[in-house]
């Protein structure tokens, strides 16, 4: 009897997870999305994976072969870090905001796609 407690707190456990993860992928969709608006890109290509990477690349106005780092094990920290530094440059906010996008981009996505933040591309 211990063991079924066990495993049907476990189960709910991992449902309430699921359910957390779900919420955060939705959250970072929008955020994503709207950004790319403003940023007068295709909002649907926060749906399709990779392109949504290249997608970001461009808003952080670095060239599209940047595509290619993400695929280097390491450098893909680094790049991704300066992307994210990039477009909130891009979008008239500091480094710190940059830095903030990278760690918590279910939070900061939102921020710059729903807020007031508008897209004036500094390294066009």
């Not at 969709?29 to 290509?45: D, H, Q, R, S």
Request: proline letters at 5%.
């Amino acid at each position: 009897m211990i063991a079924e407690s066990g495993s049907w707190a476990s189960a709910l456990f991992s449902g309430f997870l699921l359910i957390a993860e779900i919420i955060l992928l939705v959250l970072v969709v929008a955020g994503v999305w709207m950004t790319f608006v403003k940023a007068g890109k295709p909002g649907w290509g926060a749906l399709i994976p990779f392109y949504n990477w290249y997608l970001l690349i461009k808003v952080a106005g670095r060239p599209g072969w940047w595509f290619i780092l993400y695929f280097i094990p390491l450098v893909n920290l680094v790049i991704h870090i300066i992307v994210c530094i990039d477009i909130a440059k891009n979008f008239e906010q500091g480094t710190g905001f940059g830095i903030l996008l990278w760690l918590f981009p279910f939070i900061m996505f939102l921020v710059l796609g729903f807020g007031s933040s508008q897209y004036r591309p500094v390294n066009a």
